[in-house]
T-cell receptor
Framework: DVKVTQSSRYLVKRTGEKVFLECVQDMDHENMFWYRQDPGLGLRLIYFSYDVKMKEKGDIPEGYSVSREKKERFSLILESASTNQTSMYLC??????????FGPGTRLTVT | AQSVTQLGSHVSVSEGALVLLRCNYSSSVPPYLFWYVQYPNQGLQLLLKYTTGATLVKGINGFEAEFKKSETSFHLTKPSAHMSDAAEYFCAVTGSGGYNKLIFGAGTRLAVHP
């Protein structure tokens, strides 16, 4: 079974802090994704990566950056956290078969 | 641009009743379509997918969906709801640019009451 893990289930940070969310997949997938999930808005793509050191902006990249130094690991970085970044963050990975496999999510609260 | 509309943010059914969750999409390319389920405090799990071939797709937990190109729909059904089906359901369609991205609907929360 594909396993996607995220470093934290719950996280509380203060406004202005730098925040790192980490995601690891164990199936040698080429593609990895970061989404945020908000009530009534579904999932919105922040960034994705199709290879090591390769990244592409999604629909809502502002205020975020990413890092992919190794194939199995994809990090989401909030350079200076703000309260409007309070959300559920979901990581996913996929290979050629089109479906994405999701991690359990990190619920981030910025106070 | 691709988009997904899920009619009804909340659906409530009785245990044993038919479940029908509606999904309509727009796509400029032949779509691949997905239904995902999210149980409380968990990530998303794939229920079923349509890529090519048979338009009636069967998934896990007794769910199925039918791709209707003329109606641009991909509604999810289950003949008899179970209490364990209570969850949030998301419909998704592949985006443009090589089928790499998914565009998600806003989700439908299904409640099942005794």
């Amino acid at each position: 079974d594909v396993k996607v893990t995220q470093s934290s289930r719950y996280l509380v940070k203060r406004t202005g802090e730098k925040v790192f969310l980490e995601c690891v997949q164990d199936m040698d997938h080429e593609n990895m994704f970061w989404y945020r999930q908000d009530p009534g808005l579904g999932l919105r793509l922040i960034y994705f990566s199709y290879d090591v050191k390769m990244k592409e902006k999604g629909d809502i990249p502002e205020g975020y950056s990413v890092s992919r130094e190794k194939k199995e690991r994809f990090s989401l970085i909030l350079e200076s956290a703000s309260t409007n970044q309070t959300s559920m963050y979901l990581c996913a990975s996929k290979q050629e078969t089109y479906e994405q496999y999701f991690g359990p999510g990190t619920r981030l609260t910025v106070t | 641009a691709q988009s997904v509309t899920q009619l009804g943010s909340h659906v409530s059914v009785s245990e044993g009743a038919l479940v029908l969750l509606r999904c309509n999409y727009s796509s400029s390319v032949p779509p691949y379509l997905f239904w995902y389920v999210q149980y409380p405090n968990q990530g998303l799990q794939l229920l079923l997918k349509y890529t090519t071939g048979a338009t009636l797709v069967k998934g896990i937990n007794g769910f199925e969906a039918e791709f209707k190109k003329s109606e641009t729909s991909f509604h999810l059904t289950k003949p008899s709801a179970h209490m364990s089906d209570a969850a949030e359901y998301f419909c998704a369609v592949t985006g443009s640019g090589g089928y790499n991205k998914l565009i998600f609907g806003a989700g439908t929360r299904l409640a099942v009451h005794p």
